[in-house]
């Protein structure tokens, strides 16, 4: 068993700036992310939820702190090398979906595969890229809906395109921001059982941020944020 953390934030502090105003948001937050596992984020509007999870994803830089993947510190990388870090070792997912409009279910998780390659390598393999595309909308139960674009998708088809996409480049870990906060509860309960199935499955991390405790009853690791602090954790024992 893997004991080391796969994600690890140390000291983090971050602020925006509103106007003449410095508003801080992350006010020294220590996370160690247990491999293997599915950690629930929660906590109300405005605790720094989101703005922790654009940090581990390596969208954003903390003002302070030093965020780790498997031992290697992240935050400090250049540009060029934190965009290879997201596509080849991290999945995101967020409560929009952002899929795009023009493409059909499977152009939009054939995606991460035409970003990290180049033209050349991506025609080279496209026959295999496809399917895997094709393969990663089956897991997700969407096949049938493969040239169908986001406009003629439900809610809940959108979001699992997305989870397809996540995973179109193999990550360790997935982060989700509020993956259910636009469906219906039972549409949300079935996108969970999938994120369940992924993990336990495939030994996927999930790091999730939901508003829903019945949503973050199902993880195995429950964090608290208020005022842009962890609050406490509570880690269940495993079955």
Same mark, same amino acid.
């Given at each position: 068993?893997?004991?080391q953390?796969v994600?690890?934030?140390?000291?983090?502090y971050?602020?925006? #700036?509103?106007d003449?105003?410095?508003?801080?948001?992350?006010?020294g937050?220590d996370?160690?992310v247990?491999?293997g596992?599915i950690?629930? +984020?929660?906590? @109300?509007?405005?605790s720094?939820?989101?703005?922790?999870?654009?940090?581990?994803?390596?969208?954003?830089r903390?003002d302070?702190g030093?965020?780790?993947?498997?031992?290697?510190?992240?935050d400090?990388?250049? @540009?060029?090398?934190?965009d290879?870090f997201?596509?080849?070792?991290?999945g995101?997912?967020? #409560?929009f979906?952002?899929?795009?409009p023009? !493409?059909?279910?499977?152009?939009?998780v054939?995606?991460?595969? +035409?970003i990290?390659q180049?033209?050349? #390598?991506?025609?080279?393999?496209?026959?295999a890229?496809?399917l895997?595309?094709?393969?990663?909308? =089956? @897991?997700?139960?969407l !096949?049938?809906?493969?040239?169908?674009?986001?406009?003629?998708?439900?809610?809940?088809?959108?979001?699992?395109?997305?989870?397809?996409?996540?995973?179109m480049?193999?990550?360790?870990?997935? !982060?989700?921001?509020e993956?259910?906060?636009?469906?219906d509860?039972?549409t949300g309960?079935?996108?969970? #059982?999938?994120?369940r199935?992924?993990?336990?499955e495939?030994?996927?991390?999930?790091?999730?941020?939901?508003? =829903?405790?019945?949503?973050?009853?199902?993880? =195995?690791? !429950?964090?608290?944020m208020?005022?842009g602090?962890?609050? =406490?954790? @509570?880690?269940k024992?495993a079955?």
């Amino acid at each position: 068993m893997n004991d080391q953390p796969v994600l690890r934030a140390s000291g983090i502090y971050k602020s925006y #700036q509103k106007d003449s105003l410095e508003v801080p948001v992350l006010r020294g937050v220590d996370l160690d992310v247990p491999h293997g596992k599915i950690t629930a +984020m929660v906590g @109300r509007s405005g605790s720094g939820k989101s703005t922790l999870m654009h940090l581990l994803a390596t969208l954003d830089r903390p003002d302070q702190g030093e965020i780790y993947f498997r031992g290697k510190r992240i935050d400090n990388a250049s @540009r060029a090398e934190r965009d290879a870090f997201r596509n080849r070792d991290i999945g995101v997912i967020f #409560q929009f979906y952002h899929l795009l409009p023009e !493409l059909s279910a499977v152009e939009n998780v054939l995606a991460p595969m +035409m970003i990290g390659q180049s033209t050349w #390598q991506y025609f080279r393999h496209r026959k295999a890229a496809r399917l895997r595309a094709e393969a990663m909308l =089956d @897991r997700v139960g969407l !096949l049938h809906r493969a040239s169908h674009k986001p406009s003629e998708l439900s809610g809940g088809e959108m979001q699992r395109t997305a989870i397809a996409r996540s995973l179109m480049t193999q990550p360790s870990v997935l !982060l989700a921001d509020e993956p259910t906060g636009n469906l219906d509860a039972e549409t949300g309960l079935d996108i969970l #059982q999938l994120l369940r199935g992924l993990n336990r499955e495939d030994g996927l991390t999930v790091v999730m941020i939901t508003h =829903d405790d019945s949503i973050a009853a199902g993880a =195995d690791n !429950l964090l608290r944020m208020k005022n842009g602090r962890i609050q =406490d954790e @509570r880690l269940k024992q495993a079955a």
